[in-house]
């Protein structure tokens, strides 16, 4: 039994990473076309490499890009609303592999998308010491569909998704270093006969810094890591306080919103803005960025208090204002625009690409064809993970259990910002930012079902069935819905029988 719970440890997360690795980089490079916002990222990526700033394309440039015609683009500017980390990290692959090659334009995306599986099963040991639940969790993600077409499309959403679980694992760890540290501290103060009052103000907070550099990655690839930074902040102060409380620290509130909370801002703030500003050095350093020299022109420039901001500055500032007035603002219908009170439900996922052939077009030999991406999250996953997610918030009250409050505070971050904006022109592929925790969630109930060592042998065994059921059936689902997140040619009639709601046209 020993000998084969050892070789578990060692195959299982192996396995799941070549998985993982496989329904990712398998036929990566088709369809050879740029798929949905591909056409945004993959072009800006491209001249964001070649100018330093993201420039304009001629009209109907995607099908000569596509075709290997990739230096028809201009040095005049363009107005782009997103951060450029993520299309970095997206030109990395085209100037190793070539601009006209579409496999390079996925491949750093597909990367990102592997290590995420890897990422979470290191989260899921740490949460829940078990390397079995950990193999479940990465298992899980490397199967969803959701988490497949994410990470073979070259969009920003996986990158966002990547980031911020770094920082979500940063801070599982800041957790246990606080704890250890705080009572270290107390136990030598009560040696030497001294009755704190207050509790110390710990500077030296490693993972903490760690996390402020992740969650300004995450905003460095779009401006909804900052929720991830100011909800973890939060979570933070809260966990400092309650530890305080835990060690029986006098005036552990004040101590904790007094003290530690602004060392933890210092923290975790400045090395985040800091890294939101050095993606940004391509437009800096060069002069053809759109609004780069904006404060230079007639009547622009700040004045009074603020007039020896430099130019370079007050350009930047104007430009993430009228970013922010954009993405505010954005209400153009689409046809895949999720109301995010529907994201849960999977009630509209994102048609990704769609081709349509009749007999003899495109190697069709049936009276119909299709060619389908769309991200659709496996359905047996994602409906169980929010019916978890339900439960988890019912045992947070009933319990108290600090792995829940952390998995939900994931959720927190990377969900409940977007009920804001209800009538925002916003689609079901942003879930996969806040996805982990979900599946994160469903592991947690997982390992509820399958029991503790300590318990009823006959109850252990009835879980371990029901969880190996569950896990049978999701990885059936996931062959079935496979070809609808890969682009593979299968017969009309095939793709209908995927449409399980009459909204997943």
Request: hydrophobic letters at 50%; glycine letters at 8%.
């Amino acid at each position: 039994m020993l000998r084969t719970q050892s070789w578990f440890r060692a195959v299982g997360p192996l396995a799941v990473m070549l998985l993982a690795s496989i329904l990712r980089l398998w036929n990566l490079g088709s369809p050879n076309t740029l798929v949905f916002d591909e056409t945004f990222y993959v072009k800006d990526a491209w001249t964001l490499f070649n100018n330093g700033y993201e420039s304009s394309w001629p009209e109907n440039a995607d099908q000569q890009f596509a075709s290997g015609n990739t230096q028809i683009f201009s040095t005049d500017p363009s107005f782009v609303v997103h951060p450029p980390l993520g299309k970095w990290l997206i030109a990395l692959g085209m100037a190793a592999f070539g601009a006209e090659n579409s496999w390079s334009w996925r491949i750093v995306t597909a990367i990102v998308g592997i290590l995420a599986v890897g990422l979470i099963m290191v989260i899921a040991n740490k949460l829940f010491n078990s390397v079995l639940l950990a193999t479940v969790a990465g298992f899980l993600m490397a199967i969803d569909g959701h988490a497949i077409v994410m990470s073979r499309i070259a969009l920003l959403d996986n990158y966002v998704m990547f980031f911020a679980l770094l920082g979500f694992g940063a801070v599982l760890m800041d957790r246990q270093w606080h704890q250890s540290r705080l009572a270290a501290w107390l136990a030598e103060s009560r040696e030497r006969g001294d009755e704190p009052t207050w509790g110390p103000t710990l500077w030296w907070r490693p993972w903490l810094l760690a996390a402020g550099l992740a969650f300004g990655l995450t905003s460095s690839v779009k401006w909804s890591g900052l929720y991830f930074l100011a909800a973890f902040g939060v979570y933070v102060v809260v966990v400092d306080a309650l530890a305080r409380r835990r060690a029986g620290v006098p005036f552990w509130l004040s101590a904790a919103l007094l003290k530690q909370a602004p060392a933890n801002f210092l923290l975790m703030v400045p090395i985040a803005i800091v890294t939101f500003l050095v993606s940004w050095t391509g437009w800096f350093v060069t002069s053809g960025g759109y609004y780069r020299n904006w404060a230079d022109s007639d009547g622009a420039a700040w004045t009074g208090a603020l007039a020896w901001v430099p130019h370079s500055l007050q350009s930047f500032w104007h430009y993430q204002v009228a970013a922010y007035t954009y993405h505010v603002g954005l209400q153009s219908p689409h046809p895949y625009q999720a109301n995010p009170l529907t994201w849960l439900l999977m009630i509209r996922p994102t048609s990704m690409y769609y081709l349509g052939s009749k007999n003899g077009e495109n190697g069709c030999t049936f009276d119909s064809c299709s060619e389908a991406i769309t991200s659709i999250g496996n359905p047996i996953i994602w409906w169980a993970a929010t019916a978890a997610l339900i439960y988890l918030v019912y045992r947070l009250a009933r319990y108290r259990e600090w792995q829940v409050g952390l998995i939900l505070m994931g959720i927190v971050a990377g969900y409940l910002p977007w009920l804001m904006y209800l009538h925002r022109t916003v689609f079901q592929f942003y879930t996969i930012a806040f996805e982990p925790y979900l599946l994160l969630g469903l592991t947690f109930v997982i390992g509820l079902i399958l029991g503790k060592p300590t318990d009823d042998p006959e109850r252990r065994k009835v879980g371990g069935r029901v969880v190996v059921v569950f896990l049978v059936i999701a990885t059936l689902v996931s062959a079935f819905y496979f070809p609808l997140w890969t682009g593979i040619q299968t017969p009309f009639q095939f793709w209908q029988l995927h449409i399980w709601l009459p909204s997943w046209r």
